[in-house]
């Protein structure tokens, strides 16, 4: 079992900036991989970005060159830097750990992009 604890989120002024976290406890030694989820009213969940234990890094189109997914593996914790963001970018973020077997999922947290 993964346990995912994700503070963080809230209300962020269109070209602004917010840092997410998650914490991994439990089985960290299985996992492969760690990401960022998003959904936002109405639409399907979706990947923002991803992070291997072996470095591989992959964000969707619309995050490439204005978010940023690192992990320190010293504290199994991974972050999402987002700069510039829209109010586009305003959904639920979810924090997500793969083992490639089982998907484990954080409880969520409100990202709001508004003046």
């Known amino acids: 079992q993964v346990q995912l604890v994700e503070p963080g989120g809230g209300l962020v002024q269109p070209g602004g900036s917010l840092r997410l976290s998650c914490t991994a406890s439990g089985s960290i030694r299985s996992i492969y991989s760690m990401g960022w989820y998003r959904q936002a009213p109405g639409k399907q969940r979706e990947l923002v970005a991803i992070i291997t234990s072996g470095g591989f890094i992959n964000y969707v189109n619309s995050a490439k060159g204005r978010f940023t997914i690192s992990r320190d593996n010293t504290k199994n914790t991974v972050f999402l830097q987002m700069n510039s963001m829209k109010p586009e970018d305003t959904a639920v973020y979810y924090c997500?750990?793969?083992?490639?077997?089982?998907?484990?999922w954080g409880q969520g947290t409100q990202v709001t992009v508004s003046s």
């Open positions: 997500n750990a793969h083992t490639g077997f089982i998907s484990y």
